[in-house]
């Protein structure tokens, strides 16, 4: 959007990042190409409890 495209200028032109929380990676695609510099893809807990799942499924384990 516009409103996006003046905010990621603002920060440009001050030399500040600019960050974004995408929990999709079409969002954080579209927003990487609007000029986000910084874009996270969960919260500690969350990236935590995949990488456990994902160990204890590939131990044939409960989720």
Same mark, same amino acid.
């Not at 905010?7 to 600019?18: F, P, Q």
């Given at each position: 959007?516009?409103?996006?495209?003046?905010?990621?200028?603002?920060?440009?032109?001050?030399?500040? @990042?600019?960050?974004?929380?995408?929990?999709?990676?079409? #969002?954080?695609?579209?927003?990487?190409?609007?000029?986000?510099?910084?874009?996270?893809?969960?919260?500690?807990?969350?990236?935590?409890? @995949?990488? #456990?799942?994902?160990?204890?499924?590939?131990?044939?384990?409960?989720?």
């Amino acid at each position: 959007t516009d409103a996006v495209k003046r905010i990621v200028a603002a920060a440009r032109k001050h030399g500040k @990042a600019r960050g974004f929380m995408a929990a999709d990676p079409a #969002v954080a695609k579209e927003y990487n190409a609007l000029g986000f510099n910084m874009i996270a893809s969960g919260t500690d807990q969350s990236l935590l409890l @995949a990488g #456990v799942r994902n160990i204890l499924q590939g131990a044939g384990g409960k989720r």
